[in-house]
Each structure stands twice: as structure tokens, then as C-alpha cells.
């Protein structure tokens, strides 16, 4: 079982840079895939970022691509992204998610991070 936590997000104006947090609970962190979602009002959830269980692949949605950064840090069982050139497009409930070495789906979620971005 894990528990996820996000933390981080805010009212910024567009240009600026946050980063967001996911703090993980449970022992088996470090052998999960983490994937970043964020869902706007009125749209449908879309997968942002994803990483490996080990940080080393990781891939993104052509939206976030070159101005968005996930890592993780297994020791501290957190997962991080870095969002710069913040457009108000980003703005979203952002949600962090974990799937099992053996799992096709993300079976643990948070309950996500406002990130509202003004013009």
C-alpha cells in the first residue's frame, strides 16, 4: 500500500516556476513507476510526466515538454516537478500517481495540488 501526498502548488503568473512535491508512505516506494496528471476545469485528466522506478527514463506529454521536470529521490520517497515558463494553460489540479512493478494502471493517487497560473 502507498499514500501519496502532493504539496507545492500555488498562484503564480505566467512566466514563473513552481515545483511540486510528492511524498510517498510505504516501504515499496522505490520500486514504483510515478506519473504526474493534471486535470483543468471542465476537461479531461492528462498525463503530464512519467518516470521509472529508478528516475532513469522518463518521458512528457508534448504540452509540458521542455519546460516541465520530473525526478525523484528514492531516499526521501518523493517525487518532484519542476515547472518553469508557467503558461495560464497549465492551470490544473495536479495529481501524482504510483504503479506497481506489476500493474498496468495507477492503483494510488493523491489528492492533488491547485496550480492556478494568471496572465
Known amino acids: 500500500q502507498v499514500q501519496l501526498v502532493e504539496s507545492g502548488g500555488g498562484l503564480v503568473q505566467a512566466g514563473d516556476s513552481l515545483r511540486l512535491s510528492c511524498a510517498a508512505s510505504?516501504?515499496?516506494?522505490?520500486?514504483?513507476?510515478m506519473v504526474w496528471f493534471r486535470q483543468a476545469p471542465g476537461k479531461s485528466r492528462e498525463l503530464a510526466a512519467t518516470i521509472s522506478w529508478n528516475g532513469g527514463s522518463t518521458n512528457y506529454a508534448d504540452f509540458v515538454r521542455g519546460r516541465f521536470t520530473i525526478s525523484r529521490d528514492n531516499a526521501r520517497n518523493t517525487v518532484y516537478l519542476q515547472m518553469t515558463s508557467l503558461k495560464p494553460d497549465d492551470t490544473a489540479v495536479y495529481y501524482c500517481a504510483a504503479r506497481a512493478p506489476t500493474r498496468v494502471s495507477y492503483d494510488y493517487w493523491g489528492q492533488g495540488t491547485q496550480v492556478a497560473v494568471s496572465s
Open positions: 510505504g516501504r515499496t516506494f522505490s520500486s514504483y513507476a
